[in-house]
């Protein structure tokens, strides 16, 4: 299995900072993307970004220009969120995914690890 591990998240002011990490491990074969999800009170879970490891980047319209996704050669995964506004706040989730064939249905499955979220609050 694949275990994630978020961190970096926490109060700040708008216009404010915050690096956000994902430490991954386990069964790490054939994930592909890595991305960062969010969901506010009372929303449904959204993505935020995402990247392939050919380094193919996605992102949320609102979030663009103002947030970065990033990953390295050690499994982990980045997210850096500068001039943040409150409609960031939210919990944060490292999500990987893995694909694999199915030749009972002749289709591919996606099954998708998830972190256990850290919170990100802007508010002055």
């Known amino acids: 299995q694949v275990q994630l591990v978020e961190s970096g998240g926490g109060l700040v002011q708008p216009g404010g900072s915050l690096r956000l990490s994902c430490a991954a491990s386990?069964?790490?074969?054939?994930?592909?993307?890595m991305g960062w999800y969010r969901q506010a009170p009372g929303k449904q879970r959204e993505l935020v970004a995402t990247?392939?490891?050919?380094?193919?980047t996605n992102y949320a319209d609102s979030v663009k220009g103002r947030f970065t996704i990033s990953r390295d050669n050690a499994k982990n995964t980045y997210l850096q969120m500068n001039n943040l506004n409150p409609e960031d706040t939210a919990v944060y989730y490292c999500?990987?995914?893995?694909?694999?064939?199915?030749?009972?249905?002749?289709?591919?499955?996606?099954?998708?690890?998830w972190g256990q979220g850290t919170q990100v609050t802007v508010s002055s």
């Open positions: 999500n990987a995914r893995r694909l694999q064939y199915d030749s009972g249905v002749g289709s591919v499955r996606a099954f998708d690890f």
């Open positions: 386990g069964s790490i074969f054939s994930i592909d993307p």
């Open positions: 990247v392939t490891f050919g380094g193919t």
